[in-house]
């Protein structure tokens, strides 16, 4: 007698099908919770870089010493572009530190010549020696630290506030939303102008 054939069996293919509808769904479970996480470290950590730069640019300026101090009220410049060429001339910020200027938007300037106004990610303003240590010094500019590129994956998961970077006189760095008022956050002297204006 020969053993019976051993036939094929017919949920092979069932099985199979049950098999890749639970992996994809796995996965997209996976991505719902990872995406969205991601994204708001993402952008943490630019705020994180963006207080650190602000915190840098505070110690070129060296305004933990009144008397060496390049306070923007006192010194003889006209925009931020000049300011900061000032502080490289001085020797208070190397022109390869240049990248603390920079931001998520603003592409590091390679040289003090070709600074503009697109390469600094911060508003100056013009503090001087008698202003009180909250008055702020730095604010980053509208739109840096912007949630990420309106693509389909940020419309979705990126929902956080806007962020801006404020450094005092006194050199404390904090993120606040965007939704407060400026002038609450402390003193506000007038702004640098990035540019002079025609």
């Not at 300026?61 to 001339?89: G, K």
């Not at 002297?189 to 025609?198: D, E, H, K, N, Y």
Request: hydrophobic share 45%.
């Amino acid at each position: 007698m020969s053993a019976p054939a051993s036939r094929p069996s017919a949920f092979s293919f069932l099985r199979l099908f049950w098999i890749a509808v639970a992996t994809v769904a796995g996965c997209t479970v996976l991505l719902a919770v990872v995406l969205p996480l991601s994204c708001g470290s993402i952008r943490g950590s630019k705020v994180l870089q963006g207080m650190s730069n602000g915190r840098q640019v505070w110690a070129a300026a060296r305004l933990d010493d009144p008397a060496h101090a390049a306070y923007p009220a006192t010194m003889p410049v006209a925009t931020a572009t000049a300011y900061f060429t000032e502080l490289v001339r001085a020797g208070s910020l190397k022109e390869s530190d240049l990248r603390i200027l920079a931001g998520p938007r603003h592409p590091m300037a390679q040289t003090v010549a070709a600074l503009s106004e697109q390469n600094i990610a911060f508003t100056v303003y013009r503090i001087g020696p008698d202003d009180p240590p909250q008055t702020i010094f730095l604010v980053s500019k509208p739109g840096v630290f912007a949630p990420l590129d309106p693509g389909f994956f940020s419309r979705w998961f990126d929902n956080q506030p806007e962020r801006r970077v404020v450094v005092h006189k006194d050199g404390s760095t904090k993120a606040h939303k965007v939704s407060e008022p400026l002038e609450s956050l402390g003193p506000l002297p007038r702004a640098v102008p990035p540019t002079l204006l025609p």
